[in-house]
């Protein structure tokens, strides 16, 4: 096997899989604030909690990773309500309307890396255990991130196991096979919350392609096929060759029942149609968009696919995609945490973009790669070395234009406005792998009690 392009990123990844580990007492976010950064867009920053305007977040949820709590807080961080979980996060959290909190915990299999979760805990505002459940086993465990369908089922990315044999029987290389943990490439579930049965499901395998065995299932032309994921296809960090796709962030568009998924090995992100049957997921048609489980869209990375040399790239190992929401400016447009690489190139970046949307909702592509060649809005921070976080990060569009985004590996949250200028910024001082910030407002925190909500 080729050696690992960097032994830091590996140090990394493998000091986030220590999750499993036992955990720190909670002792509460760090409020310390931390130096201002210019950014592309000029102006000066204001890190205070008392500058004008305030931010137009007055609420933030977010669960730190070495941490059993998870913390709903102010715009001085000062906690405002928390809640305890058993195990460390399988990375997400969310709340949900009435308070409560749904959030990923460890549970199940042996099979541990980084986001590695297997349980999925609700709990009340008061803290009381409403219900677990528990998926993984010697097959499968999910991780990393999830989301609430508007029928209330939960959407999650799990791991699942195919054997060394398997893989090299699909046309994988054999030197790119963990011979010891064999391959776990990635499926997408929907999970009924109160049964745990599976109603909806996506698979990786299902839509492979390979150039390299003609006697192998899905043998054909990569690039003529861009629909489909290469089996081949790793980055060079050779020493994770059993987590072949990692796909850490998931995102829905209720209006196109669309997923968008971000597959960190692969440096791009894929969007999925989510309107076909499990069956139709598993095949080549059907679906609002007609392509069954395939990709309709992927973008970051040509490379994947064959389409353009690996110098024309737009992410680096990327986090939480999302949808900016209706009347949001930008709305329809897609954020994303570009998050870099150790070594390579050690700066993160959040980029705005506007997929190619055609009216029967699939995506137009001219020539052999999807656009856009440039995102709409990127934030840089000057000097760009200045922002860097080589594992996890988050952005989220928020209601005025302003972008909140969580710098996740020191756990710093900042809002910039759309000059690049910072307006609020604070620390939590431990890593974080997501932030969702609240208005005072928001539907979510109705009826709680909280100042200035509803």
Same mark, same amino acid.
């Given at each position: 096997m080729p050696a690992p392009r960097s032994a830091s990123l590996l140090a990394l990844v493998t000091a986030a899989a220590l999750a499993l580990?036992?955990?720190?007492?909670?002792?509460?976010?760090?409020?310390?604030?931390?130096?201002?950064?210019?950014?592309?867009?000029?102006?000066?920053?204001?890190?205070?909690?008392t500058g004008e305007p305030a931010p137009p977040a007055a609420y933030f949820l977010y669960a730190p990773l070495l941490e059993t709590e998870t913390y709903l807080v102010d715009r001085d961080l000062a906690v405002v309500h928390s809640w305890t979980s058993a195990t460390r996060p399988g990375s997400a959290a969310l709340l949900l309307p009435g308070g409560e909190l749904l959030r990923a915990g460890l549970a199940g299999n042996d099979f541990a890396f980084a986001g590695v979760g297997g349980l999925l805990e609700r709990q009340s505002w008061a803290g009381d255990p409403l219900s677990e459940l528990v998926y993984s086993?010697?097959?499968?465990?999910?991780?990393?991130?999830?989301?609430?369908?508007?029928?209330?089922?939960?959407?999650?990315?799990? #791991?699942e196991y195919k054997s060394?044999?398997?893989?090299?029987?699909?046309?994988?290389?054999?030197?790119?096979?963990?011979?010891?943990?064999?391959?776990?490439?990635?499926?997408? *579930?929907?999970?009924?919350?109160?049964?745990?049965?599976?109603?909806w499901e996506w698979h *990786? #395998?299902?839509?492979?392609?390979?150039?390299?065995?003609?006697?192998?299932?899905?043998?054909?032309?990569?690039?003529?096929?861009?629909?489909?994921?290469?089996?081949?296809?790793?980055?060079?960090?050779?020493?994770?060759?059993?987590?072949?796709?990692?796909?850490?962030?998931?995102?829905?568009h209720p209006e196109l029942d669309q997923i968008v998924l971000s597959p960190l090995r692969f440096s791009e992100i894929w969007i999925i149609d989510h309107s076909t049957t499990s069956a139709e997921a598993a095949s080549h048609s059907g679906g609002e968009a007609g392509r069954g489980g395939d990709l309709l869209y992927r973008w970051g990375n040509p490379s994947a696919y064959q389409a353009a040399p690996l110098e024309s790239?737009?992410?680096?190992?990327?986090?939480?995609p999302r949808w900016i929401p209706p009347g949001y400016p930008g709305a329809g447009n897609l954020t994303i945490f570009n998050n870099g690489l150790p070594d390579e190139h050690e700066e993160s970046t959040v980029v705005?973009?506007?997929?190619?949307?055609?009216?029967?909702?699939?995506?137009?592509?001219?020539?052999?790669? #999807?656009?856009?060649?440039?995102?709409? #809005?990127?934030?840089?921070?000057?000097?760009?070395?200045?922002?860097?976080?080589? *594992? *996890?990060?988050?952005?989220?569009?928020?209601?005025d234009g302003t972008t909140l985004i969580n710098q996740g590996e020191k756990g710093r949250f900042f809002i910039v406005d759309e000059g690049g200028t910072i307006v609020w910024e604070k620390s939590h001082g431990?890593?974080?792998f997501r932030v969702d910030g609240f208005t005072a407002d928001d539907p979510a925190l109705a009826g709680l009690g909280l100042p200035g909500g509803g």
């Amino acid at each position: 096997m080729p050696a690992p392009r960097s032994a830091s990123l590996l140090a990394l990844v493998t000091a986030a899989a220590l999750a499993l580990a036992p955990a720190c007492a909670g002792g509460g976010p760090e409020t310390t604030e931390t130096s201002a950064t210019s950014t592309t867009g000029g102006g000066e920053t204001d890190t205070g909690s008392t500058g004008e305007p305030a931010p137009p977040a007055a609420y933030f949820l977010y669960a730190p990773l070495l941490e059993t709590e998870t913390y709903l807080v102010d715009r001085d961080l000062a906690v405002v309500h928390s809640w305890t979980s058993a195990t460390r996060p399988g990375s997400a959290a969310l709340l949900l309307p009435g308070g409560e909190l749904l959030r990923a915990g460890l549970a199940g299999n042996d099979f541990a890396f980084a986001g590695v979760g297997g349980l999925l805990e609700r709990q009340s505002w008061a803290g009381d255990p409403l219900s677990e459940l528990v998926y993984s086993d010697e097959t499968h465990r999910q991780h990393h991130d999830f989301l609430v369908l508007p029928s209330g089922n939960i959407l999650t990315i799990a #791991w699942e196991y195919k054997s060394p044999e398997e893989a090299q029987a699909a046309g994988r290389d054999p030197a790119t096979i963990d011979m010891s943990r064999g391959l776990w490439p990635d499926s997408v *579930v929907e999970l009924d919350p109160a049964s745990g049965a599976v109603v909806w499901e996506w698979h *990786v #395998w299902d839509h492979i392609i390979q150039d390299r065995d003609p006697m192998a299932p899905a043998f054909g032309v990569v690039a003529d096929h861009p629909e489909l994921i290469d089996l081949n296809f790793i980055d060079d960090y050779g020493e994770l060759y059993f987590d072949w796709n990692h796909i850490n962030g998931l995102d829905y568009h209720p209006e196109l029942d669309q997923i968008v998924l971000s597959p960190l090995r692969f440096s791009e992100i894929w969007i999925i149609d989510h309107s076909t049957t499990s069956a139709e997921a598993a095949s080549h048609s059907g679906g609002e968009a007609g392509r069954g489980g395939d990709l309709l869209y992927r973008w970051g990375n040509p490379s994947a696919y064959q389409a353009a040399p690996l110098e024309s790239r737009h992410l680096y190992h990327q986090h939480d995609p999302r949808w900016i929401p209706p009347g949001y400016p930008g709305a329809g447009n897609l954020t994303i945490f570009n998050n870099g690489l150790p070594d390579e190139h050690e700066e993160s970046t959040v980029v705005e973009i506007t997929p190619p949307l055609a009216p029967d909702g699939t995506y137009t592509r001219e020539g052999a790669a #999807w656009g856009p060649e440039l995102p709409v #809005w990127e934030y840089i921070a000057d000097p760009p070395e200045s922002f860097f976080s080589a *594992v *996890v990060g988050s952005a989220q569009r928020l209601p005025d234009g302003t972008t909140l985004i969580n710098q996740g590996e020191k756990g710093r949250f900042f809002i910039v406005d759309e000059g690049g200028t910072i307006v609020w910024e604070k620390s939590h001082g431990q890593g974080v792998f997501r932030v969702d910030g609240f208005t005072a407002d928001d539907p979510a925190l109705a009826g709680l009690g909280l100042p200035g909500g509803g």
